[in-house]
C-alpha cells in the first residue's frame, strides 16, 4: 500500500507532479538480436517518471521540493522507497492499479540504448481529482510564496484526458503559480492553448505539434519566439540532442550547444535533468542565459550516469564552467 502522506510537509517552493510515474529497470546486454535469450548484466532499479526525475534533482541542487504522483501496486511502493533513501520529499496518492515499470538496456557492443516504455495503468479521473484538490489546498494554505512552481512532466496515463495539463494551467494561473510543462502530444498542445510560464519540448516534439519540418536553425528559433508572441508560453527551452538548446521569452532567446559528450550510459533522464536545472536556476532569480548554461550542465552530467541515476550535483557545477555564454539571437 502506497502512503498517501507526504514524507515532509513544510511548504515546498517547488511542486512536481508525475501522473504516470515508473520504476525504471537499466541493465546492459552485449548484443541485440531477435528470438535469442538476451543475457544481461544486473539490474539497477530508479524511481521514474519526468516529474519524479525532476524533483531528485532539484533536491540534489538544494531546492525545497516535494514530488507528488500517483502510484499503486509493489512498483508504486518501490518508487517511495527509494524516494525516501534518496532524501526526496515525496505525497504519493494512491491508485487501484500497479505503476508501470520500463526498461533500458544498453548494448556494450555499440553503446546503442534500447528504451521499452510502457503505457501505465488505467487511471480513474476520480484518483487525479483527489490528487488535484490536495494539490489545491497545499497551495493555498501555504505560506506567501510558497510553492511558487509547479513541473507538471512526463506522458498522461489511460484514463485522464488530454485537457488535464490545461487544466492544470488554469489553476496555477489562478493561484499566481508557474507552471512547467514537460509532455508531448495532444496534452502539449492542450495546455499551450492554456498558457504555461515554461514548456520543454524536444525538436522531434515541437515539429509533431506544428506539423512542420523545422529543418533549418532559424526554423526552431522562429517556432520558439512564436509560441512566446502569441501566449502559449512564457519560455520555451527547446531541446536539440546533440545541438545543445535554446531558450527563448519575452526578454530575447539564446542558444547553448551541448558539450562533448559520450552517452555510454545511455541518455535517458537527460532531459529531466535539463528542466530540473533550469528551473532552479530561474527560481533563484538567474538570468535566462545563465539558467540555460545551468540545463546544458545538467543534460551532460545525466550522461555519465548509468540508467536513471540522473546527474550528480558536483558533475553539474563541474560541467557549468565549460558551458560558454549563450549566443543572443
Known amino acids: 500500500m502506497v502512503n498517501p502522506v507526504a514524507t515532509a510537509m513544510h511548504p515546498a517552493g517547488i511542486v512536481t507532479l508525475t501522473p504516470n510515474p ?16 538476451l543475457r544481461c548484466g544486473p539490474v539497477q532499479r530508479f524511481p521514474g517518471g519526468g516529474g519524479i526525475n525532476v524533483a531528485r534533482v532539484l533536491q540534489r541542487l538544494g531546492a525545497d521540493v516535494q514530488a507528488w504522483a500517483l502510484a499503486g501496486g509493489a512498483a508504486g511502493a518501490q518508487i517511495a522507497a527509494l524516494l525516501a533513501a534518496e532524501g526526496v520529499a515525496t505525497r504519493m496518492h494512491p491508485i487501484a492499479g500497479d505503476t508501470r ?3 533500458s538496456v544498453v548494448e556494450t557492443s555499440t553503446g546503442r540504448e534500447f528504451r521499452f516504455v510502457l503505457p501505465g495503468p488505467q487511471v480513474d479521473p476520480a484518483e487525479w481529482h483527489r490528487l488535484w484538490t490536495a494539490l489545491l489546498e497545499y497551495t493555498a494554505a501555504a505560506h506567501p510564496g510558497a510553492p511558487r512552481w509547479w513541473v507538471a512532466s512526463g506522458s498522461l496515463p489511460p484514463g485522464l484526458p488530454d485537457t488535464t495539463y490545461a487544466d492544470l494551467a488554469h489553476a496555477a494561473r489562478r493561484h499566481g503559480v508557474h507552471l512547467a510543462l514537460d509532455t508531448s502530444g495532444p496534452a502539449l498542445a492542450a495546455a499551450l492553448q492554456a498558457g504555461v510560464a515554461l514548456v520543454k519540448p524536444s525538436l522531434r516534439e515541437l515539429r509533431e505539434l506544428l506539423h512542420e519540418p523545422l529543418a533549418e536553425p532559424a ?3 522562429r517556432a520558439a519566439r512564436a509560441l512566446v508572441r502569441q501566449g502559449q508560453a512564457d519560455r520555451v527551452a ?7 538548446a535554446l531558450l527563448a521569452t519575452r526578454e530575447g532567446s539564446w542558444h547553448a550547444p551541448a558539450l562533448p559528450a559520450t552517452a555510454e550510459h545511455g541518455t535517458t533522464g537527460a ?5 530540473a536545472a533550469l528551473v532552479w536556476s530561474l527560481d533563484r532569480g538567474d538570468a535566462p542565459p545563465e539558467a540555460l548554461r545551468w540545463g546544458i ?5 545525466a550522461l555519465q550516469s548509468p540508467g536513471t541515476s540522473l546527474a550528480a550535483t558536483a558533475d553539474m557545477r563541474r560541467l557549468l564552467i565549460q558551458v560558454p555564454a549563450p549566443a543572443s539571437l
Do not use: I, M, R, Y
Open 101 to 103: 515499470e520500463n526498461l
Open 238 to 244: 527547446l531541446s536539440l540532442g546533440e545541438q545543445g
Open 22 to 37: 515508473a520504476l525504471d529497470l537499466a541493465t546492459t546486454t552485449a548484443q541485440v538480436a531477435p528470438t535469442h535469450k
Open 219 to 221: 526554423d526552431w528559433h
Open 271 to 275: 532531459g529531466d535533468c535539463f528542466l
Open 297 to 301: 550542465a545538467a543534460g551532460a552530467a
